[in-house]
């Protein structure tokens, strides 16, 4: 489903909204009537979403943001995965999309070897740069995979990171099929970890709720589950810490046309970097995907609301 939605600006915007337009095309008449072509006009931001939860949250989060700073708003959601939301940037379909940094950099090379926040972001921004795209800054909120267990398991065991699995061999390991052959999957467990006494047990729902079933039930003691499952908080489980970076950084940050690029519009969205955190995409997703059922329009705005950024 495509959702089209105008930017709704006060009156006492307007002006700021000019400003905005003429930092973006310093060549704008301010006179001239605006243009509805999607990208066609380089004042107009048109956010974009990959089609799940979560991403459509942060959209959310970056439109409003936006709105409230002047700028002119459209937004397309749910639009499916990076094969078409990449050309849909190059196309000027849209121009902004939330973004994870390590799979962003995987889709570009994929055998790239960065693991940290710092390093990937650097190697990043060379990367789009030839798609004639531009990132910010990443967030420190991170959604990637995680070697997870119950706070139960961790505390009788001593276990505080995935080195430490080396102690409970052998053990179970519950995750989709394709972790038996990735590289921070089964074969990155014994070259970095050294724990290779593992029977695999996978399951399809890529850390959804029959993966936490098993892992909660004791049929597995470990699970690949992501950082910012609800099921993390309602199954008392725990992240264990990866100190030789097996999983490389998966950190949210924008992701935009280099047509669209300003020190307003860096300005805007680093700012919301600088305030989200895994722990905000946690209960973000329990507000949408949980019991509540709230859209992510209000949990977005919700969110701003209390990082006082609108």
């Not at 990155?188 to 709720?209: I, K, N």
């Not at 992501?226 to 264990?240: F, I, K």
């Not at 990866?242 to 300003?262: G, M, R, W």
């Amino acid at each position: 489903m495509n959702i089209f939605r105008k930017g709704r600006l006060a009156a006492g915007l307007v002006a700021v909204g000019a400003v905005v337009a003429l930092a973006g095309c310093s060549q704008a008449d301010p006179t001239a009537p605006e243009s509805n072509a999607g990208g066609g006009d380089s004042s107009q931001i048109t956010v974009g979403s990959f089609a799940f939860p979560e991403s459509e949250i942060l959209g959310e989060i970056y439109a409003q943001a936006l709105e409230a700073k002047g700028f002119d708003v459209q937004t397309k959601f749910n639009i499916g995965p990076r094969q078409q939301t990449i050309p849909a940037l190059q196309d000027g379909s849209i121009n902004l999309i939330p973004e994870y940094n390590g799979n962003l950099l995987a889709y570009y090379d994929t055998e790239f070897t960065q693991r940290t926040t710092e390093d990937v972001d650097a190697a990043l921004a060379d990367a789009v740069a030839a798609d004639d795209l531009v990132v910010y800054s990443s967030a420190e909120a991170e959604d990637k995979d995680a070697y997870v267990v119950t706070q139960a398991y961790a505390e009788a065991n001593g276990l505080t990171s995935i080195a430490d699995l080396a102690k409970v061999q052998p053990f179970s390991l519950g995750a989709n099929p394709q972790f038996a052959e990735l590289g921070y999957g089964l074969p990155g467990l014994a070259s970095v970890y050294g724990v290779s006494q593992v029977t695999f047990v996978p399951y399809e729902d890529f850390g959804g709720p029959d993966t936490v079933r098993a892992l909660v039930d004791n049929t597995v003691q470990v699970a690949d589950i992501y950082t910012t499952s609800p099921a993390l908080v309602a199954e008392n489980l725990l992240v264990l810490e990866d100190p030789e970076n097996l999983i490389a950084a998966q950190n949210v940050l924008p992701l935009l046309s280099a047509s669209i690029d300003t020190p307003e519009l860096k300005e805007a969205l680093d700012a919301i970097s600088a305030k989200l955190t895994t722990d905000d995409l946690i209960a973000l997703r329990d507000r949408v995907e949980g019991s509540e059922q709230a859209s992510a329009s209000t949990a977005a705005a919700d969110w701003l609301k209390e990082a006082g950024l609108v």
